[in-house]
């Protein structure tokens, strides 16, 4: 591993943790800075989610999260494969939350898929594919009691 690609995985890495900041402080600027302008955005394995363009899926967010009271995102185990200014990058996430009227935690996880390109202002992922494995309380599991 050479001294750029050791630089590359380090500022791959803040776009993630930046990624996660957004997310829990609904920050949807920050989240849109994450990505390039034509970045297309895969939620459709949670189960609420949806497909979109980088700022579709924003306005949808926000409007979503509206009824996330608390969150906290973790990305760990981040694995790199770069070809050139190009980088698939699989990295898990553990995600506690706290929705609006629900009184227990739910978590969910699984692993987000990028594909990165490194531009004029650092390195951006053009295409975002989140693999939901699990969720636990589900707000939907409770509304369907």
Request: contains cysteine; hydrophobic residues 40%.
């Amino acid at each position: 591993m050479d001294v750029q690609e050791i630089a590359d995985r380090f500022e791959i890495a803040d776009v993630l943790y930046r990624y996660s900041r957004a997310v829990d402080t609904k920050d949807w600027d920050l989240w849109r800075s994450v990505f390039t302008e034509d970045a297309v955005v895969d939620y459709s394995s949670a189960p609420f989610g949806k497909v979109g363009g980088r700022d579709e899926i924003a306005a949808w967010l926000e409007e979503s999260f509206a009824f996330v009271t608390v969150s906290q995102h973790f990305i760990t185990n981040i694995e790199y494969r770069f070809d050139g200014d190009r980088a698939e990058v699989r990295a898990m996430f553990y995600n506690p939350m706290q929705f609006a009227g629900m009184t227990e935690l739910s978590t969910c996880g699984g692993n987000y898929h990028h594909s990165m390109v490194r531009t004029e202002t650092g390195w951006r992922s053009r295409r975002l594919l989140e693999e939901s494995l699990w969720f636990v309380n589900s707000p939907l599991q409770a509304n369907s009691d």
